[in-house]
């Protein structure tokens, strides 16, 4: 039997490859990666020189971050690909992981898959598995025109994991998944994959993109959202309490860290001041292979927004580091309490603070 991964995100590459390494028994298991996310290419040779690596191949297609192909173009050659991959390596039925089931690449291999009997599983693409995120509607000439341009089996999934020829769902809080995800077979994904990360990997990553993190003594870790979700009436606000929690840390002489989301194009929308002791963690570094290389040094902070790396936190560092959302803060209370998320959040003693100046007195204790 055979597998594939389908990866979009260096946090999707992470739990590929902590899945192939411990608990998939497939003979041959192929990756492929999506370039949707700067260092894409990083990663790729990262993987390629990995003693452990569990993959017989590794293919890495064009993705939308820094694309010179216009959209169009750009799907159809990655299908070429991914068809011309199915053809010569993938004849028979397989396993399919995937972690984002609206990209067409995913879709199109799925597809192909269930008619050749194979399995596709979803695994879980962070706190979509538990929130109750909704893609707003496409319009019906929209998706005849997408229909036509790449087949009938094409659809627009607004939920994260529902596209209609997935089989089953590995995440790691079943208990908490959202009620739309429950029509499907639902198995546990064991944390192991992350807190038992394999250490040659981790260096080889690391060194790859960011070898002073080893060196690092971080007091605090902030996890900003990518600023093309944020309300643009919102921005300054944000920005603002962002400043000022940096400035606060700097007062207690708390080394702060900033983590860019790994799709953002505007890595200046926080404009620190240049005496600001601030470190900038390239943004494709997942937040967890900061926490993994941190471990035996863990900062006293984690603040973030939703981020699927404050509950990766808590696998982690668990107690010793105070994992804090602001997204309470960020929203009115009566939109937070329409956020599904948080019942996770409470569940794994993550902070979420109704107010700015409760975080500055959690620095202050």
Request: glycine share 4%.
């Amino acid at each position: 039997m055979k597998s594939v991964y389908i990866a979009y995100t260096p946090y999707h590459v992470i739990l590929s490859c902590g899945h192939a390494l411990r608990y998939d028994s497939d003979d041959d298991k192929y990756m492929v990666i999506n370039s949707n996310f700067s260092d894409a290419k990083q990663f790729h040779q990262a993987l390629l020189k990995w003693p452990n690596n569990p993959f017989k191949k590794i293919l890495i297609i064009e993705g939308n971050y820094n694309s010179s192909q216009n959209a169009d173009d750009r799907i159809k050659n990655n299908l070429d690909l991914l068809g011309k991959m199915i053809i010569k390596e993938l004849s028979e039925s397989f396993t399919l992981f995937i972690f984002n089931d609206i990209h067409i690449e995913s879709e199109f291999i799925a597809y192909i898959n269930k008619k050749k009997g194979g399995k596709n599983v979803y695994i879980e693409d962070g706190i979509a598995a538990y929130n109750n995120h909704v893609f707003p509607p496409k319009k019906n000439l929209v998706k005849i025109k997408e229909k036509i341009n790449y087949g009938f089996w094409y659809e627009t999934p607004r939920i994260l994991g529902c596209y209609k020829y997935i089989d089953m769902c590995l995440v790691f809080y079943p208990e908490l998944i959202r009620p739309e995800l429950e029509k499907n077979n639902i198995m546990r994904l064991e944390k192991d994959i992350i807190t038992n990360f394999d250490k040659e990997l981790l260096n080889s990553l690391i060194n790859e993109i960011f070898p002073e993190i080893f060196e690092k003594n971080l007091g605090c870790m902030i996890i900003l959202p990518n600023s093309e979700n944020i309300d643009p009436s919102k921005l300054k606000n944000i920005q603002n309490i962002l400043i000022s929690i940096i400035k606060t840390l700097g007062r207690y002489n708390i080394n702060s860290a900033i983590k860019y989301h790994p799709r953002e194009k505007n890595t200046g929308f926080i404009k620190l001041n240049p005496n600001e002791s601030v470190t900038i963690i390239p943004q494709s570094l997942p937040c967890e292979l900061v926490f993994l290389a941190t471990k035996n040094h863990p900062p006293k902070y984690v603040i973030g927004d939703e981020s699927t790396a404050l509950y990766t936190s808590r696998m982690i560092y668990g107690e010793s580091t105070f994992t804090i959302s602001m997204s309470k803060i960020l929203c009115n209370n009566n939109d937070f309490e329409n956020l599904f998320f948080h019942p996770v959040f409470q569940k794994l003693g993550i902070i979420v603070p109704d107010s700015y100046e409760n975080i500055l007195k959690l620095i202050e204790k």
